[in-house]
């Protein structure tokens, strides 16, 4: 199994320009997150899906939209990328078995020049 | 509001050495409190899961504990190995809620 996938893992985009990160699981759970971490604040939640067909917001969710395309895949996208939205992007899966642990994927890193 | 604050933000120590790092929590009504490791550039992985009756569970050199009464957690590491330089994340689990409540991390480097 795979786990969690990201891609793409590096991006360098210029204000204004869109863009779309995407993310696959396969160990067939319900429950998905897009976090993004930047230095001294730790992981935030943008969006998540707890079932397919279902999204909410998180914490920071303005200049990002998301899909739940269908149980495995979730995406992030930037519409109109801007400087403070360099960061490092984390997806993740989890199920109510295990106790909600978090399965994280191995990152994209995006500056926005 | 829901917070969880960890200390030390950085720890360097000497390969071999013990250290011990600590989570407070104010999260209510608490479910579970999860300690991830994450190496540089990688995602965060978890190292084991405290809940409510639990006040000791180790994971080979990892020992964590957990006191509710005092809403605090603490990750002991055991004689430790270059390896063991990542940041480690203090993640509480509230009841009956998706969203987890994630600490900013502690950076500890392992010097040889």
């Known amino acids: 199994n795979a786990g969690v996938t990201q891609t793409p893992k590096f991006q360098v985009l210029k204000t204004g320009q869109s863009m779309t990160l995407q993310c696959a699981q396969d160990?067939?759970?319900?429950?998905m997150y897009w976090y993004r971490q930047d230095p001294g604040m730790g992981l935030r939640l943008i969006y998540y899906?707890?079932?397919?067909?279902?999204?909410d917001k998180g914490e920071v969710p303005n200049g990002y939209n998301v899909s739940r395309l269908n149980k495995r895949e979730f995406s992030l996208r930037l519409e109109s990328a801007a400087p403070s939205q360099t960061s490092v992007y984390f997806c993740?899966?989890?199920?109510?078995?295990?106790?909600?642990?978090?399965?994280f994927g191995p990152g994209t890193r995006l500056t926005v020049l | 509001k829901n917070q969880v604050e960890q200390s030390p933000q950085s720890l360097i120590i000497l390969e071999g050495k013990n250290c011990t790092l600590q989570?407070?929590?104010?999260?209510?009504?608490?479910?579970?409190l999860r300690w991830y490791k994450q190496d540089t550039g990688r995602g965060p992985v978890s190292l084991t899961i405290?809940?409510?009756?639990?006040n000791t569970k180790s994971n080979g050199r990892y020992t964590a504990t957990l006191d509710a009464d005092t809403k605090q957690s603490s990750l002991h590491i055991t004689a430790s190995q270059l390896s063991d330089s990542a940041s480690y994340i203090c993640?509480?689990?509230?009841?009956?809620?998706?969203?987890?409540?994630f600490g900013q991390g502690t950076r500890l480097t392992i010097n040889p």
């Open positions: 993740a899966s989890s199920d109510l078995e295990g106790g909600r642990e978090q399965f």
């Open positions: 160990m067939n759970h319900n429950s």
């Open positions: 899906s707890a079932s397919e067909g279902t999204t």
């Open positions: 989570c407070n929590y104010t999260v209510s009504p608490f479910s579970n």
């Open positions: 405290m809940t409510f009756s639990e």
């Open positions: 993640v509480v689990s509230q009841q009956g809620a998706q969203k987890l409540v």
